[in-house]
């Protein structure tokens, strides 16, 4: 299993802050994050976002990164200064 965390508005978009998901046939970040679009509609336009951010194993990290069982991955909105 692969923990999954979310943070800030995009935790509020999917009413969800972590969940665990199966590991299987998942081989990168941004594998998972296609597959947890497959929920709803809702995770789909939530995690479509280009711009989304994401942490694997708590180190910042491209969608293209190898992913397994046992890691925790974070998605996160881009962060904005002002």
């Known amino acids: 299993m692969i923990k999954v965390l979310f943070f800030a ?3 509020e978009q999917l009413g969800c802050d972590a969940l665990e998901a199966d590991a299987t ?9 296609k597959k947890l679009s497959e929920k709803d509609p809702a995770w789909q336009t939530a995690l479509a976002n280009e711009q989304l ?7 910042l990290s ?6 397994k069982d046992g890691d ?11």
């Not at 046939?25 to 994050?33: E, P, Y």
């Open 9 to 11: 508005s995009l935790r």
């Open 62 to 67: 491209t969608m293209d990164a190898a992913v």
């Open 72 to 82: 925790e991955v974070a998605f996160f909105p881009p962060v904005t200064g002002g």
């Open 25 to 33: 046939g998942v081989t990168n970040l941004d594998a998972l994050r």
């Open 53 to 59: 951010q994401v942490a694997l194993n708590q180190q």
